[in-house]
Every structure is written in structure tokens, then in C-alpha cells.
């Protein structure tokens, strides 16, 4: 499914836009130029990815030490053990669009409970 | 370099572990911890871990994928280093000789003289010492917890959320005065009484009551807080007493370069037991945060694998978080030293503070409460280079 996410105008280098999908993806800006999508939720603890610090092609969650790799997904060192979800980015007529994925999503197992019992 | 003893089994001998494959060392590597678990993350201990939230399994450090290639001595106590053959020696008797050793052995918690053999009394450092107070929490009643510091007040936060009766006793007449101030230290603080939990400031502890079980903590101004479970959180001290007479030169800890050198050739020291030099205060500092003993392994792998012949980066100013009563505190760089404090973001009253120390006008910390995207901002610009 191809998500519309916000004017490339909108989002200069440096930024992060998140898009509030469920579980949310947060489209990066890189100082290289570079446009990512990934997972916006480290998968260690509810933290939103887009309030964190990207260096390169890494982004390092907001509260603890893990950086995820933003074109794979991969992460560094703990506390969070498994990788983010990486989605496709498309950028059409100035206007930025992820391609989400199909694969399961590893989310932290706070949200995981949460997303239960809202289903329960 | 054939062989490499790792002296410690936590996240920051760990983190050496990863650092030498990382770095292309192919020898042997030896780990060597008191403990009988595997690498654990010790910071759930007093939150998610207590409240029951996670298991044990949640706090395993590796990877299931993982192959360091490391031989692991686990349950077994280093008891002396020794320099001429670069041996340390085991609590057993044997010994691992090593052309290079790590040590990061870390710090213990300190307990309250006299409380020796009490039940209900604990201490929150080992996956162990959670474990016991994690099933006694789980029974409810009254919970004192003697010192009103980072782990003591999550242990209240988490006792509380269980629906313990929860005192706060603390020496002091602001907690977490020393490393946040006493402005921000009253700040944070106030959580506690915002739930119902009682702070005592101000005031020593003379002695815990109770024959074979604790049944109250007695205070130096002659008050007495009965209590079923007593949970003592006075800091830690750097488990270095096995190095005395190496040759390790020790002080507050092993005193170690700015890369983590010791005053012994192919010995480096790391995590909790080490005392760095940092470039940016021009002083020695141990740093007792969990995001020390991930970092700072690389740079001293670095210099055991080169010889001492690597310059160091600046490392990143120290920064830790924790979690109490649902609010997200986070905190980078040094308290000490700031002549101002401004809440430039938030309330106090909200408990939603971003705040920046400054000294002669220079940003020197910042403080964040339930405000990551901003503190992110504030902790990047913190780790420039002042220009």
C-alpha cells in the first residue's frame, strides 16, 4: 500500500516526519540528501525513533543507546536486540509516499500488550 | 596478542567482548564473572523487571545469533592480578594468563552495617537480589526505602504502582541534589509526594529493629517507620579490592586514561570500576551509567589492540536516564560546576521540564522530563566540540 507522507518540500535535511499508521512510520531526511522509512517505534521500549539522533544512516533511539540502521533496519548494541521494519520511499511530483511492508513488525513488548488489549 | 582475559561479565565487559571481534582480534578471549548468569541489563532490575512486566529472559544482552568466540568462567570471582606474568588469579586457585586484560568488574551496592542476616532487608544490583525483592514486593505491606537516589526512588515509583505503602527516607536535605542540583533535584523529587509516597529528608538512619525479620527502620531524630520490607539504596562502591597490590593503579576505582589505559601496560579498565579522565572537565570521573559501559569499551579495546598508540575521540558527555512514576527523566552532562539553571521548556508544575545548567553562560547539562525530542536536540548539541 502506497501512504502518502508530506511535500519533499516539507522536509529538509536534518528532519524526520512521522506518519500516523499502526503501528507508525517515520520517513528521515539525512544530512547526505538521503530518504528513509522505517518503523518509528524502537522495538526495545515505546520510543518514538523520530524524536532521535541520526548520524549518517543510523537513527539512535531517544531514551536508551540502540541505533537502527535506516536502510536496513539492523541495530547496533542493546538494550534492543531485534531490527525495525524498513519501508520503500517514493518520491512522486515533489510529494513523498511509502510503499509500507507486508512483514510482521517487531514492536516492544509494552506495545505489543497494549495493541492486545485493544483487540481483546 | 594471543590471549585476552575480560575481568567481568556485565554490559561493559560485554561491550569489550564485541569491541575486540569488531576489531579484528581473532586470539583467544577468556570472561571471566563473579555472577552465574549470562550478560544481563541491569537498568529493568528496579523498574519493568520488579514490577513483573518482563521476564528474565527480556534482559539476556545477546543475541541468540551471537558467536563471540569467548570462553566464559561464569560463577567464578577474580582474586588478584598478577603483573609479572599478566595472570589473574581465580577464587578456585587456577589462573588465566593473558597478554591482555580488561577489567570490568564494576561496583557492588552498599548495604547498612548491621543489617546482616535481617530478612526483609535488600539491596538492587544483581538479577538475584531483584528476584528476592521482586516475590517479596509481590506480597504487599509496608516498603522503606533508605536513600532517595536514582534507584531507590524507582523502587519506590515501582512499589507503589504495586500498591505497597511506600516511605522515602533520605540523609539528605534535597535527593539527587548532587547530580541534578538542588533546584531540579526538589523538582524531580516531588513525583514521590505527587503519588502519596512519603519523603523524609534530611534525616539519617540509625539502625533497623527486628529479631529475625526487619519490622522497622529507626531514624536518627528518634522516629520509627515500621516497615515489612526495607530496601537500601546508598550507592556503590567499585569492586576493585582484587587488584590491590597489582601494580593497577587505583583511586576511587582503577585510575585510567582518557582511553582507558591503566598505569600497567596491556591492562585497560572499563564500566563501573573505572575512573576516566575526561578531556572536557580536565579531571578523573567514574561514571556509573549504563551508556558508559556501552560506549567506552571501544575506545580502551582500541587502545589495548594498538598499544597504547591511538588517540582517543572526545567521548560523548555521560547520560542516563530513568523511569518513575511514568515520567521519562533524562539527563546528559555534568550538574557540577553550572552557576544557572532554566526551565527553557515545560513546567515544574506540569512535570514536563526541559531545563538547561549553564556555567558562564555555556550550556554544561541538560535536563529533560517526559521531553525526549527536545532533550535529543539539547544532548547533540551538548557532545559538538566546543568551538
Not at chain 1, 42 to 63: F, I, K, N, R
Request: aromatic residues 4%.
Amino acid at each position: 500500500m502506497m501512504i502518502p507522507a508530506c511535500p519533499l518540500a516539507d522536509l529538509p535535511r536534518g528532519e524526520a516526519f512521522r506518519l500516523e499508521t499502526d503501528p507508525p512510520v517515520t520517513v528521515f531526511h539525512t544530512d547526505d540528501g538521503e530518504l528513509f522509512a522505517i518503523d518509528d517505534t524502537c522495538t526495545h521500549q515505546d520510543a518514538s525513533l523520530a524524536d532521535g539522533w541520526v548520524e549518517g544512516c543510523w537513527v539512535e533511539c531517544p531514551l536508551h543507546a540502540s541505533k537502527f540502521n535506516l536502510k536496513t533496519g539492523e541495530v547496533d548494541a542493546p538494550p534492543a536486540k531485534l531490527p525495525v521494519r524498513t519501508h520503500e520511499v517514493v518520491v512522486q511530483d515533489g510529494m513523498i509516499y511509502v510503499q509500507l511492508s507486508t512483514a510482521a513488525p517487531n514492536l516492544p513488548h509494552c506495545v505489543t500488550a497494549r495493541l492486545a488489549g485493544a483487540l481483546a | 596478542m594471543r590471549t585476552v582475559a575480560v575481568v567481568g561479565a556485565s554490559l561493559a565487559g560485554l561491550s569489550a567482548v564485541r569491541s575486540l571481534r569488531k576489531q579484528g582480534y581473532d586470539g583467544r578471549l577468556v570472561v571471566i564473572g563473579d555472577e552465574l548468569h549470562r550478560p544481563y541489563d541491569r537498568p529493568p532490575l528496579s523498574k519493568e523487571f520488579l514490577a513483573g512486566t518482563i521476564g528474565e529472559a527480556d534482559l539476556a544482552l545477546e543475541t541468540d545469533d551471537e558467536d563471540l568466540r569467548a570462553e566464559w568462567l561464569l560463577g567464578t570471582r577474580a582474586t588478584g592480578l598478577d603483573r609479572t606474568d599478566r595472570a589473574v588469579r581465580l577464587a578456585d586457585g587456577s589462573e588465566v594468563r593473558a597478554d591482555g586484560v580488561v577489567i570490568a568488574t564494576g561496583a557492588a551496592a552498599r548495604t547498612l552495617p548491621g543489617s546482616e542476616g535481617l530478612a526483609g532487608v535488600h539491596v538492587v544490583r544483581t538479577l538475584d537480589d531483584a528476584r528476592t525483592l521482586r516475590d517479596e514486593l509481590a506480597r504487599g505491606g509496608r516498603l522503606v526505602v533508605i536513600g532517595g537516589g536514582f534507584i531507590g526512588a524507582e523502587v519506590a515509583s515501582t512499589a507503589y504502582a504495586l500498591g505497597l505503602d511506600v516511605t522515602v527516607v533520605e540523609a539528605a536535605p534535597t535527593p539527587l541534589a548532587g547530580p541534578l542540583g538542588e533546584t531540579m533535584g526538589a523538582i524531580v523529587t516531588a513525583l514521590h509526594t505527587d503519588h502519596g509516597v512519603r519523603l523524609l529528608c534530611g534525616v539519617g538512619v540509625k539502625g533497623l529493629s527486628g529479631e529475625h525479620q526487619v519490622d522497622a527502620v529507626l531514624l536518627q531524630d528518634g522516629r520509627s517507620i515500621p516497615a515489612d520490607i526495607v530496601v537500601v539504596g546508598v550507592g556503590a562502591r567499585p569492586c576493585v579490592e582484587w587488584l590491590e597490590g597489582s601494580g593497577v593503579e587505583l583511586d576511587n576505582g582503577v585510575k585510567c586514561g582518557s582511553d582507558g589505559r591503566t598505569s600497567l601496560a596491556g591492562v585497560v579498565a572499563v564500566g563501573d570500576c573505572a575512573n576516566w579522565y575526561d578531556p572536557r572537565t580536565g579531571a578523573h570521573r567514574r561514571v556509573e551509567h549504563w551508556t558508559g559501559a556501552l560506549e567506552r569499551p571501544a575506545a580502551a579495546v582500541a587502545t589495548l589492540l594498538a598499544g597504547g598508540a591511538v588517540e582517543p575521540g572526545l567521548p560523548r558527555p555521560p547520560y542516563f536516564w530513568s523511569d518513575q512514576y511514568g515520567v521519562k527523566i533524562q539527563f546528559v552532562g555534568h550538574a557540577a560546576g553550572a552557576d544557572s539553571v532554566t526551565i527553557e521548556e515545560g513546567s515544574a508544575e506540569d512535570r514536563n521540564v526541559l531545563a538547561v545548567y549553564r556555567r558562564a553562560g555555556e550550556p554544561v547539562a541538560v535536563l529533560g522530563m517526559n521531553q525526549p525530542r527536545l532533550f535529543t536536540r539539547w544532548r547533540k548539541q551538548l557532545a559538538r566540540p566546543a568551538s
